[in-house]
């Protein structure tokens, strides 16, 4: 189907919307949505562009459903009923009236607490598509033979690619992968990501849930797409992501350019709040997935290994006043051997020395030097959500065992969880103290970090100087929490998942 409003692109449209064919017979948790499903849309085209959403919705199958599809709803009525012509901006406010109008449905309806949605939604206007997501529905960009990721997944599985502690391959098979970290309805804020993009002649935009891209491989896609565009791409990739079980629903919408306003050809002029147009990157295989840098998110740098101090040497024409301060020194040094030694630390120099990696300095006058490691690496475990096998710089990280009831020995170990007990239960608005423990060596800027989650959805991030939390839980629901030691740029082993229940 082909469209041109008013001053708009001249654009080849493919819809495609299916239950999953391991899910025949029950209801669809995804919803699409166009500017052509609002009718007062039809007279604000030229001031507004053209106005497309993907939604998928999760919590239980009349949640799930009500939730996209208020998401779609909402967006398009707040988008389109706002005067302002800013197009970021307003597609802003309309996300977040959709949000207030899923969390409000969830507060009022018992059989309705937990839902939410994903959302992705593109406006075409003039020569530009500005994109909003939250969640981990997808927006591509097939340009030039080549496929990108412009949206941002916003998952805890993602989080980790991002800041380098787990890979691609493993965020595939992990047992959180389906953990969000932002989605419409759960929280008061939305918060989504932005990004805009000048428009070429030939594009196409792929928006999409997780029952494609989940199954469909990146060069599955890339196949496709570079031979089909329009309905005729949306119904074969549909098709293909059945004949691999189709486990979920399937939402799609396909926007190919076929000509820009006045034949531009491309677009000459740009607004874009991240100049992401100038920094695409294709995608390298199946397997990898580069994500677009945007407006609020950026990918953490994996930690970097430390150089080793600078070596010390003296001169024998020091005079003498400086060799008198070098014996005080000296004996700073002894206090710092007796205060390494407890924590097990090896000073240079001792006959057994090994290798280990940087620490803070442990008190001025220290003479303890150590030598960074530079390789690190993490495996998934059954027992715990992370384990890293060996050590990241500047930190020690012995590998423990998360609940075993016995803290890692060394100075940046795993926290321990304490209280409340697993699966304890509790009534709504019982105050709760959340207590853990922690061996390691505390520093200058050492705190922990603990995220509270009810019924999978995160509820709060919690920055502590404290190995205490008191929490008082409003909601029913089943709660999990683990918390994360940060000193710097460097994080220990996450700690164990503890569960209470809300009833």
């Not at 980790?160 to 953990?179: D, F, K, M, S, Y």
């Not at 295989?285 to 003296?314: C, G, H, V, W």
């Amino acid at each position: 189907m082909a469209e041109s409003p008013t001053n708009q692109p001249h654009i080849t449209i493919g819809m495609a919307l299916d239950v999953g064919r391991s899910r025949a017979g029950k209801p669809n948790q995804d919803s699409l949505g166009t500017y052509q499903d609002y009718p007062a849309a039809q007279s604000k085209l030229a001031e507004k562009g053209l106005l497309y959403i993907v939604a998928d919705g999760m919590g239980g199958a009349a949640g799930g459903e009500e939730a996209s599809q208020t998401a779609v709803q909402a967006t398009l009525r707040g988008y389109y009923d706002d005067a302002d012509t800013d197009i970021q901006r307003s597609l802003t406010q309309a996300i977040q009236q959709a949000n207030n109008s899923i969390h409000d449905l969830g507060q009022k309806e018992p059989n309705l607490r937990g839902l939410g949605t994903t959302i992705v939604a593109a406006v075409i206007h003039h020569n530009q598509l500005i994109l909003g997501n939250a969640g981990d529905s997808r927006a591509y960009l097939f340009r030039q033979g080549q496929l990108h990721q412009i949206s941002v997944d916003h998952s805890w599985v993602q989080e980790q690619v991002r800041r380098g502690l787990i890979t691609e391959e493993q965020a595939e098979v992990h047992p959180q992968r389906n953990v969000l970290t932002r989605n419409l309805g759960n929280e008061p804020d939305a918060r989504p990501d932005f990004a805009t993009l000048s428009l070429q002649e030939g594009d196409t935009f792929l928006l999409c849930s997780d029952g494609l891209w989940g199954v469909v491989s990146d060069a599955e896609l890339t196949e496709i797409l570079r031979t089909e565009h329009g309905q005729s791409a949306a119904q074969t990739l549909m098709n293909l992501a059945n004949d691999h079980g189709g486990p979920d629903n399937i939402g799609i919408i396909l926007l190919h350019v076929e000509e820009l306003p006045g034949g531009a050809g491309a677009a000459t002029t740009r607004t874009a709040s991240v100049p992401i147009t100038d920094r695409l990157e294709p995608l390298d295989d199946a397997s990898t997935t580069k994500q677009m840098p945007t407006a609020r998110l950026e990918p953490i740098a994996a930690p970097q290994a430390t150089a080793p101090p600078t070596a010390l040497t003296t001169s024998s024409a020091l005079p003498k006043i400086l060799l008198a301060l070098l014996a005080v020194v000296l004996v700073g040094g002894l206090g710092g051997y007796f205060l390494a030694e407890p924590l097990g630390l090896m000073l240079p120099g001792a006959a057994e020395a090994t290798a280990t990696s940087a620490l803070p300095t442990l008190t001025s006058g220290t003479l303890a030097t150590f030598t960074p490691a530079t390789t690190a690496s993490v495996v998934a475990s059954p027992s715990v959500r992370l384990t890293i096998t060996t050590t990241l710089s500047p930190i020690v990280t012995p590998a423990g065992t998360a609940g075993s009831g016995a803290p890692n020995t060394g100075p940046f170990p795993a926290p321990i969880l304490l209280e409340p007990a697993n699966d304890a239960t509790f009534a709504p608005t019982t105050p709760i103290t959340l207590k853990w423990e922690w061996s390691g060596l505390y520093t200058l800027g050492t705190h922990f970090e603990l995220q509270i989650r009810r019924d999978g959805f995160p509820i709060g991030t919690e920055t502590l100087n404290d190995d205490t939390f008191p929490f008082t839980p409003e909601q029913p629901g089943t709660y999990t929490w683990d918390v994360v030691v940060v000193q710097g740029e460097q994080e220990s082993i996450l700690s164990e998942e503890r569960t209470f229940i809300v009833r």
